[in-house]
């Protein structure tokens, strides 16, 4: 491994340091300097025998990987596998030992670890409850080893895989030694290790600070993986720490914990405690994946260091979001990258219904993956590729892999024009392409090339399939609605009423049934949309018409999901009205309509529409406050 570097002092005297071949620490300062040799040395253990308490399938896996991986990136690294006490102890001897003349020290421990009394504990493979009676003889106190690696070795790096759930009986307590006060153990997961505060009295040439990192928030217990493979923190370090072109270790740590987190569907989240004095840049330029994966891979990266941005409260909605609506974490997060963080929205309920939209429309590219039916491999490749990524959340990728897709369909089409199943089986086929580079143009909240595609797709099918075609006018009209909801780009919404009224023309002899009643709501929808934006209410009061004759027929076919929905949205037309001509008897008929729609929306079974219904109801009930002034509107405003 190579040091290079020159120093330079910049404020506070805080030290900068650069990749220069395998792993480097690379000092500037005001004068040059020649380029030093760095060396690394490692440790990576791994218990999974466990001889008296639960054993853990990955460990093993995880220290071979890991060890393999640090041999790569130019550390002299050594990995050992269920260690009882002395050998684990005289491993950590030897260790520090040999990090004497090295210049970084790293440590990687899978396994049971443990916590009492403020002190974190390695438990060796033959560890019982007995041990717990003398813990600073029978287990290993990750302080002492911070403490001796600290005064040799000016860079220490701890990774502790080592957060799994209390191997002992939930009633045992921990004493250092036999005649110390008791401490009961944690319940799962180790706490912040004393050896990783800043080192206040050391000078730069003493030690350079020390890296701790958790594979679960303190206090918490980390997940061992599936059998036979590696944990959730190893698998995240495999793939991350050995790529990152010289990226600056602390942001391949955030890489690491974002990774965790979202591939343990928000279930753990590692944690980095660090002090260190110089910023430290890890692993080297790799060999970067062929084609479509590099995108993928690239595009992954970015989405997790946006996540690491992004606040808890944000990070909750975007997880209940994930877990009502039954689509990829990863996916939705992508959505919001995509957006870009200074356009996403501030106020709660304002996210929400962005994040509710776009899971919408993810499900519907989920549950139609397997409608593309197809022979030529090509097509197949790129569709599959933009499968692949959009799961991960690389959605940008995702539409970049559809026009060659279709592209080609069209150049075969006069190929198969010589039989018509041929033609139809192939037309279906292209206009999948289409619909699914849609979606994607879709989750990018680029709604007008949705559109167009989604048009393309729809004159694909016309002639070929009754279902496909209602449906993908449908979800033209949808993303014509959606662009000119956004931008106010009024021939869009009229489109949009164009689209509509064209499926309308599907429904055979123009019977009044479902399908008509939810056709014209949706076209009532943009109706109302356009309505808002102008001075007149003739656009409201269409949309209401239609609003009420959808109740007619949702009320017939006994579909109170619907009907709720077509009386919670004529509610809110005829609140826009009695605003617009400041008419009490129209406010008075939304209060009415929003109290029906809650009769068909009971919290138990639907709290979050009840909820939007309630706030609906409070807003009209407040409008008329102002114009009644008893105050007893208002009250009940309050209440709602």
């Given at each position: 491994?190579?040091?290079?570097?020159?120093q330079?002092f910049?404020?506070?005297?805080?030290?900068?340091?650069?990749?220069?071949?395998?792993?480097?620490l690379?000092?500037?300062s005001?004068?040059?300097?020649?380029?030093?040799?760095?060396k690394g040395?490692?440790l990576?253990?791994?218990?999974?025998?466990y001889q008296?308490i639960?054993?853990?399938?990955?460990?093993?896996?995880?220290?071979?990987?890991?060890a393999?991986?640090?041999t790569?990136?130019?550390?002299?690294?050594?990995?050992?596998?269920?260690?009882?006490?002395?050998?684990?102890?005289?491993?950590l001897?030897r260790?520090?030992?040999?990090a004497?003349?090295?210049?970084?020290?790293?440590?990687?421990?899978?396994?049971?670890?443990?916590e009492?009394?403020?002190?974190?504990?390695?438990?060796?493979?033959?560890?019982?409850?007995s041990?717990?009676?003398?813990a600073?003889?029978?287990?290993?106190?990750?302080?002492?080893?911070?403490d001796?690696?600290?005064?040799?070795v000016?860079?220490t790096?701890?990774?502790?895989?080592?957060c799994r759930?209390n191997?002992?009986?939930?009633?045992?307590?921990?004493?250092?030694a036999?005649?110390?006060?008791?401490?009961?153990?944690s319940?799962?997961?180790l706490e912040?290790?004393?050896g990783?505060?800043?080192l206040?009295?050391?000078t730069?040439?003493?030690n350079l600070?020390t890296?701790?990192?958790f594979a679960?928030?303190p206090?918490?217990?980390?997940?061992?993986?599936?059998?036979g493979?590696?944990?959730p923190?190893?698998a995240?370090?495999?793939?991350h720490?050995?790529?990152m072109k010289?990226?600056?270790?602390?942001?391949?740590?955030?890489?690491?914990?974002?990774e965790?987190?979202?591939?343990?569907?928000?279930?753990?989240r590692?944690?980095?405690n660090e002090s260190l004095?110089?910023?430290?840049?890890?692993?080297?330029?790799p060999q970067?994946?062929?084609?479509?994966?590099?995108?993928i891979?690239?595009?992954?990266?970015q989405?997790?260091?946006?996540i690491?941005?992004?606040?808890?409260?944000?990070?909750?909605q975007v997880?209940?979001?994930?877990?009502?609506d039954?689509v990829?974490l990863?996916?939705?997060?992508?959505?919001?990258?995509?957006?870009?963080?200074?356009k996403?929205?501030?106020?709660p309920t304002d996210?929400?219904k962005?994040l509710?939209a776009?899971?919408?429309?993810?499900?519907?590219?989920?549950?139609?993956?397997?409608?593309?039916r197809?022979d030529?491999?090509e097509?197949?490749?790129?569709?599959?590729?933009?499968?692949?990524?959009?799961?991960?959340?690389a959605?940008d990728?995702?539409?970049?892999?559809r026009?060659?897709?279709g592209?080609r369909?069209?150049?075969a089409?006069?190929?198969?024009?010589r039989?018509?199943?041929?033609?139809r089986?192939k037309?279906?086929?292209?206009?999948?392409?289409?619909?699914?580079?849609?979606?994607?143009?879709?989750?990018?909240?680029?709604?007008?090339s949705?559109a167009?595609?989604?048009g393309e797709?729809?004159?694909?099918?016309?002639?070929?399939?009754?279902?496909?075609?209602?449906?993908?006018?449908?979800?033209?009209?949808?993303?014509?609605n959606?662009h000119?909801?956004?931008?106010?780009?009024?021939?869009?919404?009229q489109?949009?009423?164009?689209a509509y009224r064209?499926?309308?023309?599907?429904?055979?002899?123009?019977e009044?049934?479902?399908a008509?009643?939810l056709?014209?709501?949706?076209?009532?929808?943009?109706?109302?949309t356009?309505g808002?934006?102008e001075?007149?209410?003739?656009?409201?009061?269409?949309?209401?018409?239609?609003?009420?004759d959808?109740?007619?027929?949702?009320?017939?076919?006994?579909?109170?999901i619907n009907?709720?929905?077509?009386?919670?949205?004529?509610?809110n037309?005829?609140?826009?009205i009695?605003e617009?001509?400041?008419?009490?008897?129209?406010?008075?008929?939304?209060?009415?309509a929003?109290?029906?729609t809650l009769?068909?929306?009971?919290?138990?079974?639907?709290?979050l529409?009840?909820?939007?219904?309630q706030s609906?109801?409070?807003?009209?009930l407040?409008a008329?406050?102002e114009?009644?002034?008893?105050g007893?509107?208002?009250?009940?405003?309050e209440?709602?």
């Amino acid at each position: 491994m190579g040091l290079v570097g020159n120093q330079h002092f910049f404020k506070q005297a805080w030290l900068t340091a650069f990749v220069g071949a395998m792993l480097c620490l690379v000092v500037t300062s005001a004068h040059a300097a020649e380029p030093a040799s760095l060396k690394g040395v490692a440790l990576i253990v791994g218990q999974s025998k466990y001889q008296h308490i639960a054993a853990l399938p990955n460990p093993a896996n995880d220290a071979r990987d890991i060890a393999k991986m640090l041999t790569d990136l130019g550390f002299d690294a050594r990995s050992v596998t269920d260690r009882d006490t002395a050998k684990l102890k005289r491993d950590l001897e030897r260790f520090a030992e040999d990090a004497e003349d090295a210049d970084v020290a790293l440590i990687y421990y899978s396994g049971h670890g443990i916590e009492a009394g403020g002190e974190n504990y390695l438990v060796p493979v033959d560890a019982d409850v007995s041990s717990l009676k003398d813990a600073d003889q029978a287990l290993v106190p990750i302080s002492a080893v911070m403490d001796e690696l600290k005064t040799t070795v000016p860079v220490t790096i701890m990774l502790l895989d080592a957060c799994r759930t209390n191997p002992f009986p939930a009633d045992a307590v921990l004493r250092r030694a036999p005649t110390a006060s008791a401490s009961p153990i944690s319940a799962g997961g180790l706490e912040p290790v004393r050896g990783a505060r800043a080192l206040a009295n050391a000078t730069a040439t003493e030690n350079l600070g020390t890296v701790i990192g958790f594979a679960a928030e303190p206090g918490r217990p980390a997940l061992d993986g599936i059998v036979g493979e590696n944990s959730p923190y190893a698998a995240a370090l495999l793939r991350h720490l050995a790529a990152m072109k010289g990226t600056e270790f602390g942001s391949v740590m955030r890489m690491v914990t974002e990774e965790v987190y979202l591939d343990t569907k928000a279930r753990q989240r590692p944690w980095v405690n660090e002090s260190l004095r110089r910023l430290l840049y890890f692993g080297v330029a790799p060999q970067e994946p062929p084609g479509d994966d590099d995108l993928i891979t690239g595009e992954r990266r970015q989405l997790l260091l946006t996540i690491a941005e992004l606040p808890n409260p944000k990070r909750a909605q975007v997880e209940l979001a994930s877990l009502q609506d039954g689509v990829p974490l990863d996916a939705l997060y992508g959505v919001l990258k995509a957006l870009g963080t200074e356009k996403m929205p501030e106020d709660p309920t304002d996210l929400q219904k962005l994040l509710d939209a776009q899971a919408e429309r993810l499900k519907k590219m989920i549950s139609e993956r397997n409608a593309l039916r197809t022979d030529d491999p090509e097509i197949s490749r790129l569709v599959a590729s933009a499968d692949k990524a959009i799961g991960p959340g690389a959605i940008d990728p995702a539409r970049n892999f559809r026009p060659p897709a279709g592209g080609r369909g069209e150049q075969a089409s006069g190929v198969v024009d010589r039989a018509e199943d041929l033609v139809r089986q192939k037309r279906l086929a292209d206009a999948a392409i289409y619909a699914r580079r849609a979606d994607a143009s879709a989750l990018v909240f680029d709604y007008l090339s949705a559109a167009n595609d989604y048009g393309e797709a729809f004159s694909l099918v016309e002639r070929w399939d009754d279902r496909l075609r209602w449906n993908y006018k449908n979800q033209e009209a949808e993303a014509l609605n959606a662009h000119g909801n956004a931008t106010g780009d009024r021939q869009a919404l009229q489109h949009a009423i164009d689209a509509y009224r064209v499926i309308l023309t599907f429904i055979h002899n123009g019977e009044q049934n479902r399908a008509w009643a939810l056709t014209r709501n949706n076209m009532a929808v943009v109706l109302q949309t356009i309505g808002e934006r102008e001075r007149e209410t003739d656009r409201l009061e269409e949309a209401a018409k239609i609003f009420r004759d959808s109740l007619a027929v949702f009320e017939r076919e006994k579909d109170d999901i619907n009907w709720a929905a077509a009386q919670n949205n004529l509610a809110n037309v005829l609140l826009k009205i009695g605003e617009r001509e400041s008419d009490p008897k129209r406010l008075n008929e939304a209060v009415v309509a929003m109290r029906a729609t809650l009769e068909k929306r009971p919290r138990d079974k639907v709290p979050l529409d009840w909820a939007a219904s309630q706030s609906n109801l409070g807003l009209a009930l407040y409008a008329l406050s102002e114009r009644e002034p008893d105050g007893e509107r208002l009250t009940e405003a309050e209440a709602a």
